[in-house]
Nanobody, 121 residues
Framework: QVQLVESGGGLVQAGGSLRLSCAAS????????MGWFRQAPGKAREFVGG????????TYAGSLEGRFTISRDNAKNTMYLQMNSLKPEDTATYYC??????????????WGQGTLVTVSS
């Protein structure tokens, strides 16, 4: 069992930056690939990006690569999502997830409760 808690959301102006954190507890964090997802009001959840268990491999939704960066610190059991040049369309609740590998991150077994990011124009 892995417990995930997101933090760092809030209100930011367009063009600004935020860094989200996902703190994990429970089973060994560095055994899991991790991912970020988001869900805007009235829309389906979408994949933002993910990291392999070591952090050596990351993958992103094509439209977000270059603005969003995922990193993880296995010593702190924490994954991060650095978001730059934010746009109003980035407004969503952001969730982190843990899975056995990046290949199955979209069907991850473990999910956090989410943190809300609101980008004002």
């Amino acid at each position: 069992q892995v417990q995930l808690v997101e933090s760092g959301g809030g209100l930011v102006q367009a063009g600004g930056s935020l860094r989200l954190s996902c703190a994990a507890s429970g089973r060994t964090f560095n055994r899991y690939a991790m991912g970020w997802f988001r869900q805007a009001p009235g829309k389906a959840r979408e994949f933002v990006g993910g990291s392999s268990w070591s952090g050596g491999r990351t993958t992103y939704a094509g439209s977000l690569e270059g603005r969003f960066t995922i990193s993880r610190d296995n010593a702190k059991n924490t994954m991060y999502l650095q978001m730059n040049s934010l746009k109003p369309e980035d407004t969503a609740t952001y969730y982190c997830a843990a899975a056995d590998s990046l290949a199955v991150i979209r069907s991850a077994a473990y999910w956090g409760q989410g943190t809300l990011v609101t980008v004002s124009s």
